[in-house]
RNA sequence: GCCGGAGUGGCGGAAUUGGCAGACGCACGGGACUUAAAAUCCCGCGGUGGAUAACACCGUACCGGUUCAAGUCCGGUCUUCGGCACCA
């Protein structure tokens, strides 16, 4: 066959039946299959695209011909960063770049032969679309779920402009590579740490892998423990986070974070110094060396002492940048005795260490000690266990106003402002008379402009388009300005599954009707890189659209997988750098869509990706050439004598069983190879019944199984075989399990867990009859006989294993 | 560093979740067909010993454990990949 014609061929026939367009009125039947939509970086389609999308598709195809109204829309992500920066070399404005790769996308998506209905398309730098983002914004706006507070950027004196962590590059910018340090910028914020709970609680009902559930629960942090105020000498006073307030009575000392507005309140005129230096330091280091246990800890005394609460024992305050502003209150009380960090920084600083926990029983219990014992040197409070020693000191303190029981989450909110061009723009606008205020829903689109100086020179590109920053007060009509930040893209992507079915809609975001019909995503496919931000975003943005009344679901992707990554033929992550990139195009041009996409399916497990090897993709050509030969040969004979024999009638519906089953778990590879055995049996049987017709069935349901992988391939056979068009208008066969009952099954004999000869039993036996069957076998028996059967352990049809002694 | 994965023949990868390790395929070797080649078809193919057999032992990153039985479960180690909040 000439793939390439075919494809051409039925391409055109697809597009001209309208095959793939979805059916509003099947909505009660759908299928809402999604892949991640792609950033458009490169002009071209990557071995990654392919990967995802096809085998998506080939599952998507699946459900169809199970009977379902699939909708599978594509779209892109098509604001950020990379097109903002290649801007910046190349001069090529954002806008230009990005419309252009898409338009090269679109086509090379469109041959791949995916199902995508491509009237649902989604843009999320068209006004069309980021208007609804910032709708979404406003709505969270309303709900005060937006907020603006300080929050650190990553800034270069340099280049005068706030870096993406990507492009710090060892502490230092990766332009100029000038130390990258911290600046303080006014900022909007999420407020997702509202919905840590249900996030979390959510995902229980989730059908996603164990792996992804695990990474969310452990990114949002949820600890139980309780807050403690601490006075200060001067009147001041701060709350510290713990989850060991048994501990109370061993802290030595407490720690400020440097970025806690107290630290140089409370510094004392002496300390100021050193303070001051410590701060510079500690505005140098990344939060990922921060918290790195392997890191010598540091930190400098305020001059400040406090009074722990419990025992009023006058304790000194250190900055110490092991303590994290972002995380519980920015301010901890050291138990060096019970506590790693706190032991390491003390030895280093040498503050008493002084144990208040001991082991129970004759267990270790060199210091630091941080299980669970028995509290002592706790005044009243000795002898009680951790559980309850932490009650009752939460309960004193209470008691004495200085603290109470608090849960604390190591997520935080979701910091959204971003000092760049190529985003929505945030539609605030802020007025010398009224302050902040929202723009009207109905002066939505806040349109991005065109004419803008992106280039980096200290401020946010749309500071200098006058144009755009001015405007007038939407309260008072006064000379107002604009928020001259746009939004991170992960916001654009937060909600882009809702607008898909609905895409068209300008007077709403969506309509909720219908969208509660389409949604939830019943699966979604793509990387694991996206399991904690992206996959966490998207559910708060919808746990929110539901509480305002405007969704009728809380969660937005009920089932989830993961495909792997294809790496370079030299196992390392494709990139530019490493000069190992596979271009899919030659392949395709070579041996087309369908062999390039079965291959992808065949050789490589789903979930785990794998280095790429091109040997695999002429072993399919190879394969998909067989089964043209084969189903022609099985199709010439005109009359069928004989209905398939019962070999045949057991490949085909083995074959059936498996494939189906392995594609709804997205085991490509293994339903590929179920594929190639039956296509074995097949020859085989043709081989050895040269004079017999044989089953016509056979070659149709082979035609079937393999549709969803090669789609233009299978149409052409499906024509072929003298069927109308189209195969993926036809049901997908379903297994008919009396095919595959068998007269007798062979298993295996163990003689100590080895396996020394087979026999067969017939396929019902119990455990007795199998038990029977061995020791009424001189043969068997002769395995064991003479020695003392000590065990006989028999799962039938699995494994009869003798032991002896 | 922290969180989460992964490690199985020469190679890509299977293994119904504790039950015959290596399905399916690639590569390789042998054979059939052919004047020949290609294509196609058939056979073999983890390692060691043994005679090429029968058979035996070893073998799923490494060390140890649980079990009649471990690639699978438990404890520890190494390597590697993804994420770590401004790449998307």
């Given at each position: 066959?000439?793939?390439?014609?075919?494809e051409?061929k039925?391409?055109?026939?697809?597009?001209?039946?309208?095959?793939?367009?979805f059916d509003?009125?099947?909505?009660?039947?759908?299928?809402?299959?999604?892949?991640?939509?792609?950033?458009?970086?490169?002009?071209?389609?990557?071995?990654?695209?392919?990967?995802?999308?096809?085998?998506?598709?080939?599952?998507?195809r699946?459900?169809r011909?199970?009977?379902?109204e699939?909708?599978?829309?594509?779209?892109?992500d098509?604001?950020?960063?990379?097109?903002?920066?290649?801007?910046?070399?190349?001069?090529?404005?954002?806008?230009?770049?990005t419309?252009?790769?898409i338009?090269?996308?679109?086509?090379?998506?469109?041959?791949?032969?995916?199902?995508f209905?491509?009237?649902?398309?989604?843009?999320?730098c068209?006004?069309?679309?980021?208007k609804?983002?910032?709708?979404?914004?406003?709505?969270?706006?309303?709900?005060?779920?937006?907020?603006?507070?300080?929050?650190?950027?990553?800034?270069c004196?340099?280049?005068?402009?706030?870096l993406?962590?990507?492009?710090?590059?060892?502490?230092?910018?990766?332009?100029?590579?000038?130390?990258?340090?911290?600046?303080?910028?006014?900022?909007?914020?999420?407020?997702?740490?509202?919905?840590?709970?249900?996030?979390?609680?959510?995902?229980?009902?989730?059908?996603?892998?164990?792996?992804?559930?695990?990474?969310?629960?452990?990114?949002?942090?949820?600890?139980?423990?309780?807050?403690?105020?601490?006075?200060?000498?001067n009147?001041?006073?701060?709350t510290?986070?713990t989850?060991?307030?048994?501990?109370?009575?061993?802290?030595?000392?407490?720690?400020?974070?440097p970025?806690?507005?107290?630290?140089?309140?409370?510094?004392?005129?002496?300390?100021?110094?050193?303070?001051?230096?410590?701060?510079?330091?500690?505005?140098?280091?990344?939060?990922?060396?921060?918290?790195s246990?392997?890191?010598?800890?540091?930190g400098?005394?305020?001059?400040a002492?406090?009074?722990?609460?419990i025992?009023?024992?006058?304790?000194?305050?250190?900055?110490?940048?092991?303590?994290?502003?972002t995380?519980g209150?920015?301010?901890?009380?050291?138990?060096?005795a019970?506590?790693?960090?706190?032991?390491?920084?003390?030895?280093?600083?040498?503050?008493?260490?002084?144990r208040?926990?001991?082991?129970?029983?004759?267990?270790?219990?060199?210091?630091?000690?941080?299980?669970?014992?028995?509290?002592?040197?706790?005044?009243?409070?000795?002898?009680?266990?951790?559980?309850?020693g932490?009650?009752?000191?939460?309960?004193?303190?209470k008691?004495?106003?200085?603290?109470?029981?608090?849960?604390?989450?190591?997520?935080?909110?979701w910091?959204?402002?971003?000092?760049r061009?190529?985003?929505?723009p945030i539609?605030?606008?802020?007025c010398?008379?009224?302050?902040?205020?929202?723009?009207?829903?109905?002066?939505?689109?806040?349109?991005?402009?065109?004419?803008?100086?992106?280039?980096?020179d200290?401020?946010?590109?749309?500071?200098?388009?006058?144009?755009?920053?001015?405007?007038?007060?939407p309260?008072?009509g006064?000379?107002a300005?604009?928020?001259?930040?746009?939004?991170?893209?992960?916001?654009?992507?937060?909600w882009?599954?809702?607008?898909?079915?609905?895409?068209?809609?300008?007077?709403?975001?969506?309509?909720?009707?219908?969208?509660?019909?389409?949604?939830?995503?019943?699966?979604?496919?793509?990387?694991?890189?996206?399991?904690?931000?992206?996959?966490?975003?998207?559910?708060?943005f919808?746990?929110?659209?539901?509480?305002?009344g405007?969704?009728?679901?809380?969660?937005?992707?009920t089932?989830?997988?993961h495909q792997g990554?294809?790496?370079?033929?030299?196992?390392?992550?494709?990139?530019k750098?490493k000069d190992?990139?596979?271009?899919?195009d030659?392949?395709?041009?070579?041996?087309?869509s369908?062999?390039?996409?079965t291959?992808?399916?065949f050789?490589?497990?789903?979930?785990?990706?794998?280095?790429?090897?091109?040997d695999?993709?002429?072993?399919?050509h190879?394969?998909?050439?067989?089964?043209?030969r084969?189903?022609?040969?099985?199709?010439?004979?005109?009359?069928?004598?004989?209905?398939?024999?019962r070999?045949?009638?057991y490949?085909?519906?083995?074959?059936?069983?498996?494939?189906?089953?392995?594609?709804?778990?997205f085991?490509?590879?293994?339903?590929?190879?179920?594929?190639?055995?039956?296509?074995?049996?097949?020859?085989k049987?043709?081989?050895?019944?040269p004079?017999?017709?044989?089953s016509?069935?056979a070659?149709?349901?082979?035609?079937?199984?393999?549709?969803p992988?090669?789609?233009?391939?299978?149409?052409?056979?499906?024509?072929?075989?003298?069927?109308k068009?189209?195969?993926f208008?036809?049901?997908?066969?379903?297994?008919?399990?009396?095919?595959?009952?068998?007269?007798?099954?062979?298993?295996?004999?163990?003689?100590?867990?080895?396996?020394?000869?087979?026999?067969?039993?017939?396929?019902g036996?119990?455990?007795?009859?199998?038990?029977r069957?061995?020791?009424?076998?001189?043969?068997?028996?002769?395995?064991?006989?003479?020695?003392?059967?000590?065990?006989?352990i028999?799962?039938?049809?699995?494994?009869?294993?003798?032991?002896?002694g």
């Amino acid at each position: 066959m000439d793939f390439l014609q075919t494809e051409k061929k039925w391409q055109k026939k697809w597009d001209k039946s309208g095959l793939y367009k979805f059916d509003r009125s099947q909505a009660d039947n759908k299928k809402y299959v999604l892949e991640m939509f792609s950033y458009p970086s490169g002009a071209k389609l990557h071995v990654g695209h392919w990967y995802n999308y096809g085998l998506s598709d080939t599952y998507a195809r699946y459900m169809r011909m199970k009977g379902f109204e699939v909708f599978q829309p594509m779209g892109f992500d098509a604001f950020g960063l990379p097109a903002e920066n290649y801007a910046i070399k190349t001069g090529i404005h954002p806008q230009d770049s990005t419309l252009a790769n898409i338009v090269t996308m679109e086509k090379q998506l469109k041959a791949m032969g995916a199902m995508f209905d491509w009237d649902y398309e989604i843009k999320t730098c068209m006004p069309d679309y980021y208007k609804w983002t910032q709708w979404c914004f406003l709505k969270l706006y309303e709900k005060g779920l937006a907020y603006r507070k300080e929050a650190p950027v990553n800034w270069c004196e340099g280049c005068n402009t706030v870096l993406a962590n990507e492009q710090v590059v060892d502490g230092c910018c990766e332009r100029c590579e000038t130390p990258v340090i911290k600046k303080n910028l006014t900022q909007w914020f999420f407020k997702i740490t509202d919905y840590a709970e249900r996030l979390l609680t959510g995902l229980d009902k989730l059908d996603w892998p164990e792996k992804t559930k695990t990474m969310q629960r452990n990114w949002i942090g949820k600890s139980v423990g309780g807050e403690i105020t601490f006075e200060l000498e001067n009147g001041a006073s701060f709350t510290v986070f713990t989850t060991r307030a048994d501990t109370l009575y061993g802290c030595t000392y407490a720690v400020l974070a440097p970025e806690h507005p107290l630290t140089l309140k409370v510094t004392t005129e002496k300390q100021k110094k050193a303070v001051e230096d410590y701060l510079d330091y500690a505005a140098r280091a990344s939060e990922i060396d921060r918290l790195s246990t392997a890191r010598e800890k540091t930190g400098v005394f305020t001059g400040a002492y406090a009074i722990n609460p419990i025992n009023g024992r006058r304790i000194p305050v250190y900055v110490a940048d092991y303590v994290l502003f972002t995380y519980g209150t920015g301010a901890v009380m050291a138990v060096p005795a019970h506590d790693e960090r706190d032991f390491e920084f003390a030895q280093k600083y040498d503050l008493p260490i002084e144990r208040v926990i001991e082991a129970k029983g004759d267990e270790n219990d060199d210091l630091p000690y941080v299980e669970y014992g028995v509290m002592t040197n706790s005044e009243e409070f000795d002898g009680l266990g951790v559980e309850e020693g932490k009650a009752a000191i939460i309960d004193k303190l209470k008691e004495m106003g200085k603290g109470d029981y608090k849960i604390n989450y190591r997520l935080r909110d979701w910091l959204i402002s971003r000092q760049r061009y190529w985003g929505a723009p945030i539609p605030i606008v802020y007025c010398d008379t009224c302050g902040e205020v929202p723009v009207p829903e109905s002066d939505l689109p806040v349109t991005l402009p065109y004419d803008v100086d992106f280039t980096p020179d200290g401020t946010s590109p749309l500071l200098k388009s006058e144009s755009f920053m001015h405007t007038v007060c939407p309260k008072c009509g006064g000379a107002a300005r604009r928020d001259a930040d746009t939004m991170d893209t992960f916001v654009c992507s937060s909600w882009y599954f809702l607008r898909y079915p609905d895409n068209k809609n300008s007077d709403v975001a969506f309509d909720t009707e219908w969208i509660n019909k389409m949604l939830p995503v019943d699966k979604y496919i793509g990387g694991a890189e996206h399991a904690c931000m992206h996959l966490l975003y998207a559910r708060f943005f919808t746990m929110a659209l539901h509480d305002m009344g405007y969704i009728d679901f809380e969660e937005p992707f009920t089932s989830l997988v993961h495909q792997g990554v294809i790496l370079g033929p030299d196992g390392a992550r494709m990139s530019k750098t490493k000069d190992n990139v596979i271009s899919p195009d030659e392949y395709i041009q070579k041996y087309g869509s369908d062999v390039f996409r079965t291959y992808l399916g065949f050789g490589f497990s789903y979930i785990e990706g794998g280095p790429w090897n091109e040997d695999g993709l002429k072993a399919v050509h190879r394969f998909l050439e067989r089964v043209e030969r084969i189903t022609g040969q099985l199709i010439a004979v005109k009359e069928s004598r004989e209905d398939g024999k019962r070999e045949i009638l057991y490949a085909e519906n083995y074959a059936v069983k498996h494939v189906s089953a392995d594609i709804e778990n997205f085991q490509f590879n293994t339903a590929i190879a179920r594929l190639m055995e039956l296509v074995n049996a097949l020859g085989k049987y043709i081989d050895a019944n040269p004079d017999k017709d044989t089953s016509v069935s056979a070659a149709k349901t082979l035609i079937l199984l393999i549709a969803p992988f090669a789609p233009y391939f299978a149409e052409e056979l499906w024509e072929a075989a003298g069927e109308k068009y189209s195969v993926f208008d036809a049901a997908y066969p379903v297994c008919d399990e009396s095919a595959l009952v068998l007269d007798t099954i062979e298993m295996p004999l163990q003689i100590n867990g080895r396996v020394r000869a087979r026999f067969n039993v017939p396929s019902g036996a119990t455990k007795e009859d199998i038990e029977r069957i061995i020791m009424n076998s001189d043969d068997l028996r002769s395995y064991f006989d003479g020695k003392t059967v000590r065990k006989v352990i028999i799962v039938p049809g699995r494994i009869a294993n003798i032991v002896v002694g």
